[in-house]
């Protein structure tokens, strides 16, 4: 028996924006939109009617601070959107993106120290305590808000065990937590940086991601991230990180998420442009090479393009 792909794993990825009607186009993220709250739940409706359950927010705020504060203040645009998604399509299961790296003005994806270092460790880089605070009660915010699952991603030491601690200590115990708990610092996050307008103003983010060199501090992050309490536990990128999803999946046989990232995305996209390849073939055998290697749940921008042939 061959593996074989379902609905139910796919989550698909979403960016909203605020103020109505909007629907921008990302340069260099063909298929790929901005929306604003209205359009973003028409588009949601079309993702039902196709079969998929499961999205994954994103927030592009219109002003950034040094401190992301836009992330944790009352009605934010994720949140305002989470509210309107759930009054909408209650059993939609809804994932939100808990980082600071869309909010910042230097783009890095906490709270960092001081300009211009471009220290390895990331305890000289980030201020790791502020940080948690800030990814603390923006979690709780969308948990406020209905989210089902939490998603941290700005890779701060101890981020799921301050989130759990948080939503716990709020009477938000069902609310469950997706570690990016192997998040390699790749070439592959190009046009989601656009999307997000999130590219590090200065330095980049080998302080705090992973070097696609180490499988073993990869595996022990995500043993961590069990250890804190992540309900899922991710790899991303997926495509060169395969070996990374089946390791993981030996060891730990925990619920596992791998992010098919936009880079991934935009080489299908591009090359069927070309005519180098028929489009859905090839995202067929990408995705169940995912599965395959273990993956649960599948993050992919893909999601829409698929659902068709999936059960
Ligand atoms: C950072 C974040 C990144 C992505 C999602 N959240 C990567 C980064 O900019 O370092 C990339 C996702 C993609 O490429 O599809 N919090």
Redesign the pocket.
């Known amino acids: 028996m061959g593996i074989s792909l379902r609905k139910d794993n796919i989550i698909c990825?979403y960016f909203v924006i605020g103020g109505v009607n909007r629907k921008e186009k990302i340069p260099s993220f063909p298929g790929q939109h901005r929306f604003s709250m209205d359009l973003l739940i028409k588009d949601i409706k079309e993702l039902k009617a196709l079969g998929i359950n499961k999205i994954l927010l994103?927030g592009v705020p219109d002003s950034k601070d040094r401190l992301g504060s836009h992330a944790y203040k009352n009605n934010n645009i994720v949140s305002l959107a989470v509210r309107e998604i759930k009054k909408k399509f209650p059993h939609l299961i809804v994932f939100t993106?808990v980082?600071?790296?869309?909010y910042t003005s230097h783009g890095h994806?906490g709270i960092i120290k001081g300009q211009g270092s471009r220290v390895k460790g990331q305890e000289k880089f980030m201020d790791i305590k502020a940080t948690l605070n800030a990814l603390a009660k923006i979690a709780l915010t969308y948990a406020e808000a209905g989210a089902d699952c939490v998603a941290p991603?700005?890779?701060a030491k101890g981020e799921v065990a301050a989130i759990r601690k948080e939503l716990d200590k709020n009477g938000y115990r069902k609310t469950k937590i997706m570690g990016?708990s192997a998040?390699f610092?790749?070439n592959?996050?190009?046009?989601?940086?656009n999307?997000?307008n999130?590219?590090?103003k200065f330095g980049n983010?080998q302080a705090y991601?992973l070097s696609y060199t180490d499988t073993e501090s990869a595996i022990k992050k995500i043993e961590n991230d069990i250890n804190e309490g992540a309900d899922i536990v991710m790899v991303?990128?997926a495509l060169s990180y395969l070996d990374i999803i089946k390791e993981a999946k030996h060891r730990f046989r925990h619920p596992l998420a791998a992010?098919?990232?936009?880079?991934?995305?935009a080489f299908v996209k591009y090359g069927a442009k070309q005519g180098l390849w028929d489009e859905g073939e090839m995202i067929k055998e990408i995705l169940t090479s995912i599965k395959r290697a273990g993956a649960d749940h599948i993050?992919t921008?893909h999601a829409k393009d698929i659902a068709g042939w999936l059960k």
């Open positions: 990825p994103f993106d980082c600071l790296c869309a994806c991603s700005a890779m990016y998040k610092a790749s592959f996050y190009g046009p989601f940086r999307a997000a999130s590219a590090p983010r991601q991303k990128p992010y098919n990232v936009s880079g991934e995305y993050i921008y």
